[in-house]
């Protein structure tokens, strides 16, 4: 039976002005078992770095528990902190006098490495996630992207028993996130590392999480594997279908299509066909007699989506 590294229960963050409340974690309630990646997933504003941040302890909470590893969070335990490695979103110009290798290093002294090994870990991460050529550059000379790239790096530095990652791939180009989600199956497979994903990238969950809870509104909406949560919405398969530039889907081929399966047009070249299972290929012959591949650009065929499971427990799609 799994191990919960992370317990959370009743947690409620209020923030209080002079003329309001705001509530931005509503009572949640969750778990993060050992060595699973776990994501959170929400839009923007969704109250997901507010609960990242009660977590790490950098914000106090208005009430509820945080345990780690068995250990209530509010004892400040150092061991405790230092079994957390922390990507934020956050800017890292107190750094921006180091050189990248010697804010790599710096951070791996810090969480308590020697100077050997932290010199080694350093190289290595500088190595694995193509940092290497850049490693003398000051971070306040970096770009966008490899500052994110070098923050990642911090994150890990230390090989963290959990690994918190709050919208890591952030306005990454694809080959450095391709990068970076290499990196974090590969320390959860060999390192045992527990994953902590912050997102509100889809395609990111689709392809990292084996469980993920919902956030909308500061409340936890639901939790579970992605496939659960899938067929709790809908089981069928979706053909998601683009036309080629000089053709659209006009009314006579939308209300063809409409005879097939469950037609979702998204605008005038872009529509979904949702299809049962049991006689899906005959119906696939149906769709290409009236879409045929001389018009199509391009099509996919899958399953029900994390952002179709989104927009039907939220009511929207997210941002």
Request: charged share 25%; glycine share 6%; hydrophobic share 40%.
């Amino acid at each position: 039976m799994s191990t919960p590294v992370l317990w959370i229960e009743n947690l409620t963050k209020v923030y209080r002005t002079r003329n309001q409340e705001v509530v931005a974690n509503d009572d949640i309630n969750l778990t993060v078992n050992s060595g699973e990646i776990f994501g959170i997933l929400g839009s923007n504003g969704a109250g997901k770095s507010t609960l990242i941040r009660q977590i790490m302890g950098t914000i106090p909470r208005t009430s509820g528990e945080i345990k780690i590893n068995g250990k209530e969070t509010k004892n400040q335990d150092r061991n405790l902190k230092n079994s957390l490695g922390y990507m934020t979103q956050g800017s890292l110009r107190a750094l921006y006098h180091l050189k990248i290798e010697e804010a790599i290093y710096y951070t791996c002294r810090l969480k308590g490495q020697s100077r050997k090994q932290a010199k080694a870990n350093a190289k290595l991460l500088l190595e694995e996630l193509d940092l290497i050529e850049h490693r003398k550059k000051l971070l306040s000379q970096l770009s966008g992207g490899l500052l994110q790239m070098v923050n990642f790096a911090i994150s890990v530095a230390s090989a963290p028993e959990i690994l918190i990652l709050d919208e890591p791939t952030r306005g990454l180009d694809p080959g450095r996130r391709k990068k970076i989600w290499e990196y974090i199956h590969r320390i959860n497979q060999h390192w045992g590392t527990t994953i902590i994903l912050v997102t509100h990238n889809v395609l990111e969950a689709e392809m990292l999480l084996e469980r993920l809870a919902i956030l909308n509104s500061g409340k936890i909406i639901t939790t579970g594997r992605p496939g659960e949560l899938k067929q709790e919405v809908d089981n069928r398969l979706r053909i998601e279908i683009y036309l080629k530039p000089e053709y659209k889907c006009d009314e006579a081929m939308s209300s063809a299509l409409e005879t097939v399966g469950e037609f979702i047009q998204l605008d005038e070249r872009h529509f979904v066909v949702l299809l049962m299972r049991d006689n899906f290929i005959d119906k696939l012959k149906e769709i290409h007699s009236i879409a045929s591949f001389d018009i199509i650009d391009d099509f996919r065929i899958g399953m029900t989506s994390l952002e179709d499971v989104y927009i039907k427990k939220v009511g929207e799609k997210i941002v």
